[in-house]
């Protein structure tokens, strides 16, 4: 399927490693201009050349001005900007019921903060384009699988955001949507290490509460991210889609 998506600029934030790596990727495959953005320069860099050097600028996008900086960069690359995915986000966080004040404030920063920080820098650029969004969320935001609670409560309120700015953004011509990945194994992920510390407690809670009955992959995720910035998702906005494998039950 032609997505349409080539000589469209595009902005992924976090995209350095993991699921945002693979959607630059993904992207990149389609034809598009990406310009990659991440916290830590060398791991940035890295990324950068792996993928063929395309722009990158370095910034913590949970920061006001970096998102505004970060912005500036995409559309003096590009010439304008077409398109944004908000990647950036943390599940790293203390066990359900050990979660202190100072937590809560950076999982927030992390996980909502650094999405709507950077939807709003965005806006003006978007708008001139009718350019789409896609917000990376996590199905821990829609049911309580154990995930640790900061993070679970920061991905709903992303949820949140993503349903109820999609009409003021539609006034501006702008689509945004939201992507909530299951189980997703990556280089230097959580599921890695868990494979590598108690590999038989894995494949038991796949059984049990995985339909398909395995980790999903970065490259499963960016194949949606990349069939929502499209024309071919031209109806969809203010939707979550959950890409999970079947976890989800409600």
């Given at each position: 399927m032609d997505l349409g998506l080539s000589d469209k600029v595009v902005l992924v934030t976090g995209s350095s490693r993991g699921i945002g790596f693979a959607i630059a990727k993904n992207l990149i495959t389609e034809g598009c201009i990406v310009v990659l953005n991440g916290r830590d320069r060398d791991a940035l860099a890295d990324a950068a050349s792996r993928l063929g050097n395309?722009?990158?600028?370095?910034?913590?996008?949970?920061?006001?001005?970096a998102c505004e900086e970060l912005v500036s960069?995409?559309?003096?690359?590009?010439?304008?900007?077409?398109?944004?995915?908000?990647?950036?986000?943390?599940?790293?966080?203390?066990?359900?019921?050990?979660?202190?004040?100072?937590?809560?404030?950076h999982m927030f920063n992390v996980n909502l903060a650094a999405t709507t920080h950077m939807v709003n820098a965005a806006r003006p650029a978007l708008a001139d384009t009718g350019g789409a969004i896609v917000c990376t969320s996590s199905i821990a935001g829609i049911e309580a699988l154990g995930a640790p609670v900061t993070y679970s409560a920061?991905?709903?309120?992303?949820?949140?955001?993503?349903?109820?700015?999609?009409?003021?953004?539609?006034?501006?011509?702008?689509?945004?949507?939201?992507?909530?990945?299951?189980?997703?194994?990556?280089?230097?992920?959580?599921?890695?290490?868990?494979?590598?510390?108690?590999?038989?407690?894995?494949?038991?809670?796949?059984?049990?509460?995985?339909?398909?009955?395995?980790?999903?992959?970065?490259?499963?995720?960016?194949?949606?991210?990349?069939?929502?910035?499209?024309?071919?998702?031209?109806?969809?906005?203010?939707?979550?889609?959950?890409?999970?494998?079947?976890?989800?039950?409600?």
């Open positions: 395309p722009p990158a600028l370095a910034a913590d996008v949970s920061k006001v001005a960069f995409a559309r003096e690359k590009g010439g304008r900007l077409d398109a944004l995915v908000c990647n950036v986000g943390s599940g790293r966080a203390a066990p359900p019921g050990e979660e202190t004040a100072d937590e809560w404030q920061a991905k709903a309120a992303l949820n949140s955001f993503v349903r109820g700015i999609a009409r003021p953004l539609a006034r501006s011509g702008i689509r945004i949507n939201g992507l909530a990945p299951g189980n997703i194994n990556f280089e230097g992920s959580l599921w890695e290490e868990r494979l590598r510390d108690d590999p038989d407690a894995v494949e038991a809670m796949l059984e049990t509460e995985v339909a398909l009955g395995r980790l999903g992959h970065a490259d499963e995720i960016a194949d949606v991210a990349a069939f929502l910035l499209s024309e071919r998702a031209s109806f969809m906005t203010g939707t979550i889609v959950v890409a999970d494998g079947g976890q989800v039950r409600g």
